[in-house]
């Protein structure tokens, strides 16, 4: 059964700050992997997807890269700002059609 | 504007009362959710829905019940036969191959 982790549970760090978020997932064999934003008592926004053919996705100040043979997923966030402080989930799709499985993500705080 | 409407924004259940959250979604996608989160859980999967008249359990699927008998909407029922229900219920739905999940903004329901 996949499982998904994400490392570490809370980030707390500067202004100014450029930060990486760990994800990683037991069954390699993987479809596509997404990375949420989540903001206090809200729903999730989609960041970034990427497919399993992909190494790696760009948006703006965000980029998320995908290792498929060692089961792992960073998301790098550049110059980070307090409007960046949320929960930030990644999950995996394990075949075309099936429902996301989720980390329990890492929470950010930025301060100013 | 396309997206997804969940309904109510908060709900109290009575002891030993089915509770109905709604779910409405006009992007024309064909796959639905309902995933639970818990403080520390992560989402975790109830059912999900990839075709109108079809829908499959997810990892903790007991006590609740789902229809699809739109497209565009899949209703979640939580059952009293679901005991400890008090949590944040997500719905989101997407293309076929998992590309543009989106998210409601979530029911709170609590047990009173």
């Known amino acids: 059964k996949q499982e998904v982790t994400q490392i570490p549970a809370a980030l707390s760090v500067p202004e100014g700050e450029n930060l990486v978020l760990n994800c990683s997932f037991t069954d390699s064999a993987i479809y596509n992997l997404q990375w949420f934003r989540q903001d206090p008592g809200k729903g999730l926004t989609s960041l970034l997807l990427i497919q399993s053919s992909q190494r790696e996705q760009t948006s703006g100040r965000l980029n998320a890269s995908l290792d498929k043979s060692s089961g792992r997923s960073t998301l790098y966030i550049a110059a980070s700002q307090p409007g960046d402080s949320a929960t930030y989930l990644c999950a995996v799709g394990n075949q075309a059609g099936t429902a996301l499985i989720f980390g329990k993500g890492t929470t950010l705080s930025v301060s100013s | 504007d396309g997206g997804i409407t969940q309904s109510p924004k908060y709900l109290f259940r009575k002891e030993g009362q089915n509770v109905t959250l709604s779910c409405e979604q006009n992007?024309?996608?064909?796959?639905m959710y309902w995933y639970r989160q818990d403080p520390g859980q992560g989402l975790r999967l109830i059912y999900y829905s990839q075709i109108v008249n079809d829908f499959q359990k997810g990892d903790i699927a007991e006590g609740y019940s789902v229809s699809r008998e739109k497209k565009e909407s899949f209703p979640l029922t939580v059952t009293s036969a679901q005991k400890n229900p008090t949590a944040f219920y997500l719905c989101?739905?997407?293309?076929?191959?998992?590309?543009?999940?989106?998210f409601g903004s979530g029911t709170r329901l609590t047990v009173v």
């Open positions: 989101a739905s997407s293309k076929r191959d998992n590309y543009g999940y989106t």
């Open positions: 992007l024309n996608h064909d796959a």
